[in-house]
């Protein structure tokens, strides 16, 4: 039953940022360009709570350490969209303090730590080498993103952001059939699709809305577009 309830955990993660993608693709289509709209960053930030959680209870190290170089760069770049301010203060502080709390944790909590998480025995050394690296080169993706953002004093998503999460998201792929892990096959399994689509855009690739000819599903798209800050 914990098993699953863990699974669930990590479902809502990968259904966060699966939906972020989504709604940053319709956008992008709509506008005929990359966009990095607001719930982006949003959704991101509540995905990764639920993904760190999710790998300290996974006893994944690969995960851990994903979710921890890219959290404060979505805090950054929510910043940057002038949007972090407008959250009330209690849910900031809190917010920022998470990951903090789960450090202390995995430093002397008595399980779920550290120790156990790196002599996770189902998880060989070259292995975890492995999803380790593919897990840095994903999210490098927003280390790359947040300081070409710095340097344009806004929030982009450029290219490079792109092509480095379609060769992280390889990596992760073949990570997630050596670790059968059902959460990293789907997200990434389903990612592949918009990073690719988002490349094209870059490339000046015409937008799918505008190959569309039905004018109902045209209004649609066009209506949930319009939601999306």
């Known amino acids: 039953m914990e098993k699953y309830l863990i699974y669930s955990l ?7 940022f699966f939906i972020r993608t989504i709604a ?11 966009i990095s709209p607001v719930i982006y960053w949003q959704l991101s930030l509540l995905g990764s709570i639920c993904m760190l959680t999710y790998g300290i209870l996974r006893f994944d190290f690969a995960i851990v350490l994903g979710q921890y170089i890219v959290y404060f760069i979505y805090i950054r770049n929510m910043q940057l969209k002038k949007a972090w301010n407008k959250i009330y203060l209690p849910i900031r502080i809190l917010v920022f303090i998470i990951p903090f709390i789960y450090l202390a944790w995995l430093v002397f909590g008595n399980s779920h730590n ?10 060989p050394f070259m292995l975890m080498v492995w999803g380790s690296a593919g897990q840095i080169i994903f999210t490098f993706r927003f280390v790359y993103q947040w300081l070409y953002s710095e340097n344009k004093k806004e929030s982009v ?10 060769l992280g998201s390889l990596m992760i792929f073949v990570y997630s ?6 959460v990293l096959f789907a997200a990434h399994s389903l990612g592949l ?5 988002n490349i094209l ?27 999306i800050n």
């Open 193 to 197: 699709f918009i990073y690719f689509r």
């Open 10 to 16: 990590g479902f809502l993660a990968q259904i966060l």
């Open 24 to 34: 940053q693709w319709f956008k992008s289509e709509k506008e005929g360009e990359v």
């Open 201 to 227: 855009l870059h490339f000046g690739k015409r937008s799918i809305i505008t190959r569309i000819n039905i004018p109902f599903l045209n209004k649609i798209f066009n209506k949930v577009s319009d939601k």
């Open 114 to 123: 550290f120790s156990d998480i790196l002599g996770n025995k189902d998880v």
């Open 157 to 166: 998503l450029p290219l490079g952001f792109w092509l480095i999460s379609t």
């Open 177 to 182: 059939l050596y670790r059968l892990d059902p």
